[in-house]
């Protein structure tokens, strides 16, 4: 894994006006993502995971900010230029039932993007479809049936098939497993693990399971109503969670061993409305260990260690 980040995000946001009121869905965003890294996006519903990862691909248009790819500046492309770059990005829908087209066949689906580009002939296009079916551990043979035969596992693993035949260098896997059967899900989490290491794959891991997210990322991001609360790398984090909106999330990863010295933090109140967010800390309103000057503050993400960072006014927090 390289120190040099493939992907640089710096100040996203993204507002929306609905009927006349300001939504706030992303502010002030900004992270790296070194060539060859897993970086996990966690948080509640709401948080704004799925506009962070679709603003990057400029599936939706970011309101401001830089994002960068290998040096190059997205948000200013033209649509042409940008159709280029995204044989380079690719995106890893969450629901398998949904991304994958009824009225097309498996081959249909996977060479789509390959004819889009105008990467090889018809035959060559085909043979890397039935290459990417058995990366993702399906027959060739399926290039020939629709999704509708598929079960939800086999449909996601299509969709990964489909991410892959463009070779790209970055993914965004959006909830890739949560539509799923929890027996299906260990299965794609382990086939995503051993294709981000055959391929060196740079990746966007989209997910609330706190588990799934340990298991397969390098660094995470925590986020909630569209500002990031901590970034630390997965062995700190889980290990050393500083901020309180972190620690609570942990605590409600369910365990088969109980442990008594394990503190339950239960976060009482509803997510706000972005239309109406706090004043200072947007976390306030629900923080077990909040401050009277955390309604005036807005605490900006900082360094409290090697490569940890949160926005907490507080250090005091043992």
Known sequence: ??????VSVRDLTKHYVSRGVKLSILEGISFDIAKGEVVGLVGESGSGKTTIGRSILRLVEPSSGSV????????TLSASQMRQARRRLQYIFQDPFASLSPRMTIGQILTEGLKIQRIGTSAERLERARSALEEV???????????HEFSGGQRQRIGIARALTLAPEFIVADEPVSALDVSIQA???????DLQQRHDLTMLFISHDLAVVEYICDRVIVLYLGRIMEIASSADLYARPQHPYTRALLSAIPSLKPDASRKRQILTGDVPSPANPPSGCVFRTRCPAVLSACAETVPHLREIGPGQYKACIRDDLD
């Open 1 to 6: 894994m390289s120190n040099k980040p493939l």
């Open 187 to 193: 299965q794609v989490i382990n086939l995503l693990r």
């Open 68 to 75: 960068k790819f290998d040096g190059t500046e997205l948000t």
């Open 137 to 147: 551990d399906l027959p060739a043979e399926s290039i020939n049936r629709y999704a």
